[in-house]
């Protein structure tokens, strides 16, 4: 099983480059969320969504566009990056409904901007 | 706005010395209390699902407890390759697809030698 896939694993951008991190899963999760984690901050949710056509914003969402036109599929595009959205990205999935339904995560997506 | 507080932030322990991570919350309804392990440069990795005051899990040398406003992971005998950021998080009962988002605290670094 590869659960949830994030590419790439490095990066380094141009202040005011764009870019897209992908994130797949093959658990036929309904729920999908993205997180960044900065020393210190703790996991900070940017986007989620909970089925495809479904998206909506998180804690943090300024700067960031996500779809999900596929249940596999979520990618995070950096609209015009900026040092401070230098952090470790990590892609999260669920299934919805009741039960111990924990998140599975990523490797993380480690971006630099300069 | 759901509030996650971590202590300590940093333990280290000697092999074989049992000890208890604390995580207090405040939610507006618990939906679910989440416990993760995360190793250097990997993504969390589910460990525990709470979900009433006065639950308990366990899985090898760790045990989780909650009440109504903290939760407790506890450390039996713990070896080197425990050592690890263990995070919490809750879920609190919200309208919506917003049911499914985590709350994360900055997390507690232990740290286990031999």
């Known amino acids: 099983n590869a659960g949830v896939t994030q590419t790439p694993k490095f990066q380094v951008l141009k202040t005011g480059q764009s870019m897209t991190l992908q994130c797949a899963q093959d658990m036929n999760h309904e729920y999908m969320s993205w997180y960044r984690q900065d020393p210190g901050m703790g996991l900070r949710l940017i986007h989620y969504?909970?089925?495809?056509?479904?998206?909506d914003q998180g804690e943090v969402p300024n700067g960031y566009n996500v779809s999900r036109s596929t249940t596999e599929d979520f990618p995070l595009r950096l609209l015009s990056a900026a040092p401070s959205q230098t952090s470790v990205y990590f892609c999260a999935s669920s299934y919805l409904g009741t039960g111990n339904y924990g998140y599975t995560f990523g490797s993380g997506t480690r971006l630099t901007v300069v | 706005e759901d509030q996650v507080t971590q202590s300590p932030e940093a333990l280290r322990l000697q092999e074989g010395e049992s000890s208890s991570l604390n995580c207090s919350y405040t939610?507006?309804?618990?939906?679910?209390l989440f416990w993760y392990r995360q190793d250097p440069g990997k993504g969390p990795e589910f460990l525990f699902t709470?979900?009433?005051a006065g639950e308990e899990k366990e899985k090898e040398r760790l045990k989780a407890t909650l009440t109504k406003k903290e939760s407790f992971l506890h450390i039996t005998a713990p070896k080197p390759e425990d050592s690890a950021t263990y995070l919490c998080?809750?879920?609190?009962?919200?309208?919506?697809?917003?049911?499914?988002?985590?709350?994360f605290g900055k997390g507690t670094l232990l740290t286990v030698n031999p």
């Open positions: 939610v507006s309804g618990l939906r679910g």
């Open positions: 998080a809750v879920q609190a009962r919200d309208s919506g697809g917003s049911n499914y988002k985590l709350t």
């Open positions: 969504s909970v089925g495809a056509g479904i998206t």
């Open positions: 709470l979900y009433s």
